[in-house]
DNA sequence: TGATTTAAGTGACCGAGGTCAGTGAAATAA
DNA sequence: TTATTTCACTGACCTCGGTCACTTAAATCA
């Protein structure tokens, strides 16, 4: 049941989140405090950890709505690719989106985040529902039940490694200065491991 | 020249260096305030700063010191492989290595720090004079002469994809809780990155 | 030797993220 | 309607990493 308690509970979060994605788009992650966020949204510091458990949370909860858009690039992914080609075609897309769009603030966050705040369950950077990985898993059966994959490797070594390339080119993005495009170096990487997966 | 003040200074550095990383080892670095390292030394928490600028910089000056322990593990590598199982074996090696004497929570606050502190210069975590890349270089100029790879691709380019294979690894063993091993996960992955290099 | 410079060491202080006993009004129970 | 419970919200407080004007004794200079 919906409360006017409730409502206003969740405004208050709604607003909180707002101001802070803002906050966080104009200085950047590590140059806005809690305290900054609270009075301009004109509440209490204790207000904002009654509705997020740390300030990562934040970023983590608008980084989860970032999904949404792998399946409106999946649907521009043309069907008569082969399946490794669909996975570059998606990842080329991901790339795109994730310096065009979300930026390497925020990207920085959600792994540092990983590393440290992995106490209770699987980071959803690892989260195995996640909508892209589940558009991978679906190129990657294409791909089985054509038979072009090495035979010797289990599905889920395959889909391990690619979902790890992905990572291992985001990361090394996130500790290089501008020298790094991202979306090239993706692509290159990716093209040659699905290469050396292929029989 | 040491002066007498010199070598006192050098003394405490050396003390808080000990006393840090034997604290870090018992309790994990981040539950281990600078506070309890100086008060364990018996000097104040500005002597601290006068010697290491962050927190992260004790760890990352012993981690440096890890790298030594490469030049030994290339020694033991049979001089008669060819130059991808030598990069296999150096892999093998440096990755019983970390999870064994380095261990996961060293590892985890230089992966952090290559993320926020590389303000200034080049972290050391993609520094091209670091002795395991020097490794991995000269067993690839070893393969180039050998035609065992593909032309497509540059030396460059190569490299940089078998250096990222690394960080792909480690990173993925940092976000993971206990069930991922990284020797035999590293093994696969390289390998198969490897096999989409090779002509 | 005495005067001056240098730098290791000090500790009060800052702003940060995060905590928690307490408050008061809305929701529910009587 | 009145009593009780619930919970969004408060803000003083905690600890932490890091700063900086200052102290003091060793090193250097005259």
Redesign the pocket.
Known sequence: ?T????K??L???QKLLDTALKLFAKRGFEH?????I?TTC??????F???F????DIVLEKFQEFDAHYVEAAKKIDENLSPPQKIIALYDEQMIYLTTVVGKDIMRTVYTAAMTNQVEHVHYLIHPQRTIFELIRRYLEEGVEQNIFRKDLSFEAIEKMIQRAMRANVYDWLIHAEDFDLIKEMHVFTTTLLDGIRA
């Open positions: 049941m409360t006017d308690r409730k206003k509970a405004e208050t979060r806005v405090s809690i305290a900054q609270t004109g509440v209490s510091k204790g207000t950890y009654t509705h458990a740390t300030k990562y």
